[in-house]
C-alpha cells in the first residue's frame, strides 16, 4: 500500500506543480503597478524576465540531480548507474531552442488565455512527428499519423473558441490571434529540441534531471546576459514597458517593489517548473510514459477550471470540444488505444486462452512509448 500511496503521490505533485506552473505565470501577467521613477501603474509584461526565471527553476535540476548522486553514494549498494563523461556543449543548441521557444510562449501568454495556451501547446506533435520523420528517419505508424490529423482538427476548434469568447477578454482579437500563432510557432522550435536531443544526447544516457539542469543553466546565463541589449532595443507598440523597449528587467523590479505578490507569482512559476521536471521524470520511471503523457493531458483541465473559477476567462463549450479532440489526437499519437484494444480483445477470447505474442508486444509499445509533452 505504500509503494502505491508513493506513486499517486507522484501523479499529483505532477499534475499539481504542472497546472501551477502555467496559473502563477499568467497569474503574474494580470497584476499592473508602477514602475521606475514615478511612472503610472501599467500591466506587469515582462517575458523575458520570467524566461529567465523559468530557466533558474530548470537549473535548480542540477541540485536536485547531484542530491540524489550524494544520496545513492551513501547506501551500502549503490543503485545509480555512474554518469558517462559527456561534453556539456552538447546541451548548448537544445538549450537555445527551449530558451527561444520559452519566450515566445510568455510573451503570447501575454495575448491570449491561460487554458488555450496550454492546449494549443498540444500541438507540439505534429511538428515533433514531421521532424522525426525528416531527420532522425523514423516510420510513424498509421495510428500515429491519425493523432496528427485529430490534433490539426483540435487546434482549429480551439482557434475557434478563442475568436468567438474574444469579445469577451481584455485582449483584442487580433492580440489573440496573434498570441495563438506565436504559441503554435514556438511548438515548432520545441519540436527541433526535441529532435536535437534525441540525435545527439540521448547516447550519451545522461540522467534526466541533469540533462534538464544543464539545459536551464545554458538558458539561463544567455538569456539573463542578453536582458542587457533588450533594455536598449526598441519594440514600439510590441513591448508592455514604458520605455517601450523590449525587454526592461528595471522596471519589472521597481514593479515587484510596488507589489510584493508579483514576486510570489514568479516564485511559484519557478518552483513548480523544479518539481514538475523531477515528478514527470519519476512518473515515467515508477509508472509509465503513458501515464505521464495523460496526467500532462489533465492540467490543461485543472488550469482552465481555475481560469473560470477566478474570472480570467469565461466557458465556451468550444473550449470543451477542443481539449477533446487534442486529448484524442495525443492519445492516438502516444499509443494509448493500443493496451485498450488488448484488454478488449482479451475479454472477447475464452476464458483460459492466452493472449498471443503480437497482443502483448502492442501492450508494451503502449506502455513505453515517447512522451513529446514540454517542460
Known amino acids: 500500500m505504500a509503494w502505491i500511496r508513493y506513486q499517486l503521490g507522484l501523479a499529483a505533485l505532477m499534475l499539481l506543480t504542472g497546472s501551477i506552473n502555467t496559473l502563477a505565470a499568467k497569474w ?12 503610472e501603474e501599467h500591466d506587469f509584461e515582462h ?4 524566461a529567465v526565471g523559468m530557466f533558474l527553476g530548470e537549473f535548480s535540476c542540477l541540485g536536485v540531480f547531484y542530491l540524489l548522486v550524494w544520496r545513492d553514494r551513501r547506501r551500502p549498494e549503490p543503485t545509480m548507474a555512474p554518469s558517462q563523461p559527456f561534453n556539456p556543449l552538447l546541451f548548448l543548441p537544445p538549450a537555445l531552442c527551449d530558451m527561444t521557444g520559452t519566450s515566445i510562449m510568455y510573451v503570447a501568454l501575454n495575448m491570449t488565455s491561460a487554458s488555450s495556451f496550454q492546449m494549443l501547446r498540444g500541438s507540439v506533435i505534429i511538428f515533433t512527428g514531421l521532424l522525426s520523420v525528416a531527420f532522425l528517419g523514423r516510420k510513424l505508424e498509421l495510428s500515429q499519423w491519425l493523432g496528427i490529423l485529430i490534433t490539426i482538427v483540435g487546434l482549429v476548434v480551439v482557434g475557434l473558441a478563442d475568436l468567438h469568447s474574444s469579445h469577451d477578454q481584455k485582449h483584442k482579437l487580433s492580440e489573440v490571434i496573434t498570441g495563438d500563432l506565436l504559441i503554435i510557432m514556438a511548438q515548432v522550435i520545441v519540436a527541433i529540441q526535441m529532435v536535437l536531443e534525441e540525435k545527439f544526447i540521448y547516447k550519451h544516457d545522461v540522467h534526466p534531471l541533469r540533462a534538464v539542469g544543464t539545459e536551464g543553466f545554458f538558458g539561463f546565463v544567455i538569456l539573463a546576459l542578453l536582458l542587457v541589449p533588450m533594455y536598449y532595443i526598441p519594440a514600439g507598440s510590441f513591448s508592455g514597458n514604458p520605455r517601450r523597449t523590449l525587454e526592461d528587467a528595471l522596471d519589472a523590479f521597481c514593479q515587484l517593489g510596488h507589489r510584493p505578490l508579483i514576486a510570489v507569482a514568479l516564485l511559484g512559476n519557478i518552483s513548480s517548473i523544479a518539481f514538475f521536471n523531477f515528478a514527470g521524470i519519476s512518473v515515467t520511471k515508477e509508472i509509465s510514459a503513458t501515464t505521464r503523457m495523460v496526467l500532462d493531458s489533465l492540467r490543461t483541465v485543472v488550469v482552465w477550471a ?4 477566478v474570472g480570467w476567462e469565461t466557458f465556451h463549450g468550444l473550449e470543451i470540444l477542443g481539449f477533446l479532440v487534442l486529448l484524442a489526437g495525443a492519445a ?28 502483448r508486444e502492442a501492450l508494451l509499445r503502449g506502455e513505453s512509448s515517447p512522451v513529446n509533452g514540454e517542460r
Do not use: I, K, M, W
Open 28 to 39: 503574474a501577467d494580470t497584476f499592473s503597478a508602477a514602475g521606475c521613477g514615478g511612472t
Open 47 to 50: 517575458p523575458f524576465l520570467q
Open 306 to 309: 481555475v481560469s473560470l473559477a
Open 332 to 359: 492516438f499519437y502516444n499509443g494509448l488505444h493500443r493496451p485498450l484494444l488488448a484488454r478488449l480483445r482479451q475479454r472477447g477470447r475464452p476464458p483460459g486462452q492466452a493472449a498471443g505474442a503480437p497482443e
